[in-house]
Nanobody, 122 residues
Framework: QVQLVESGGGLVQAGGSLRLSCAAS????????MGWFRQAPGKEREFVAT????????LYANDVKGRFTITRDNGKNTVFLQMNNLKPEDTAVYYC???????????????WGHGTQVTVSS
């Protein structure tokens, strides 16, 4: 079964760090674009970051640029999101997604994980 499984979420104080992981299984994802999205309570799901299969193309949402870093290990079918200097407004469920276009739009991704909760206290 093809699936994406996120891990690494949790509760952290403002200014702290977390590292999210997304493990892909069921097929190789080395030729896929991998992205992270998030959904805060009462808000729509929004783009966070994406990385092409070569790692050459990387895009970030403006409000995480300089604080978050997306990387991938194709040998382990895993993508990471290092989140530093976290803010209360980063509180959300974070979703991993796989697709074929390094874009900010959700329509560019056809496989989604179930999400991991990140809570940042002030």
């Amino acid at each position: 079964q093809v699936q994406l499984v996120e891990s690494g979420g949790g509760l952290v104080q403002a200014g702290g760090s977390l590292r999210l992981s997304c493990a892909a299984s069921g097929r190789t994802f080395s030729d896929h674009v991998m992205g992270w999205f998030r959904q805060a309570p009462g808000k729509e799901r929004e783009f966070v970051a994406t990385i092409s299969w070569t790692g050459i193309i990387i895009l970030y949402a403006n409000d995480v640029k300089g604080r978050f870093t997306i990387t991938r290990d194709n040998g382990k079918n895993t993508v990471f999101l290092q989140m530093n200097n976290l803010k209360p407004e980063d509180t959300a469920v974070y979703y991993c997604a796989a697709g074929f276009q390094a874009v900010r739009e959700q329509a560019g991704y056809d496989l989604w994980g179930h999400g991991t909760q990140v809570t940042v206290s002030s």
